[in-house]
């Protein structure tokens, strides 16, 4: 009887405990100081301080956030469960971006409506175009003077989805491209 007792209650504690670690996970991307401790972590950076978020970009089920450490520009990628909370899908970064543009191509939701998000330091491209295929689909300023980040969201057809170019345009302030971006 002493037994039975001691093996109930220590398969008890084992369920209690169990249902405490799964409950009390780390939560990420629901602010800012989770989302910097989560880039700080990461082995990608070089430098872990200085760390800026410059935007945030939320979708249904997904949050990209673009952020800076003064060695480069990145995104960090969440996703959105039924409860409202992130869980962190990946990071990826570049230090030294050529004129200051870096582009991300990203799935979200399906992959027929892909998310091409560009992050810029604000020193030279001031007009930023996207071309599918290239078929000129959209374009965006870009402010200059300041970190910012931008994106794009197409509905691409079932043609498209399967294989297609992906081309970005940069202009500075006069109008006059500066390079191109392929991804």
Known sequence: MKRTRIVVV????????????????????????SIKKLIAESDLLQVKTNIEIIDIV??????????????????????????????YLGMNFESGASNGITTYTVPVDNSRTPLFLFLSDGSTVGTIELFINNQLREEKSVPLGSFSMGAFQERLSEAEAKAFSLEFKLFNKEGKEVTEIES
Do not use: C, H
Not at 10 to 33: H, M, Q, R, S
Not at 71 to 86: H, L, P
């Open 10 to 33: 220590a398969i008890g504690l084992i369920v209690i405990f169990g249902f405490g670690l799964l409950w009390n996970k780390p939560v990420y991307g629901t602010d800012e100081a």
């Open 58 to 87: 939320d979708t249904d089920t997904n949050r990209m956030v673009g952020f800076t450490n003064g060695e480069g520009q990145g995104i960090i990628r969440f996703e959105k469960d039924s409860n409202g909370d992130y869980t």
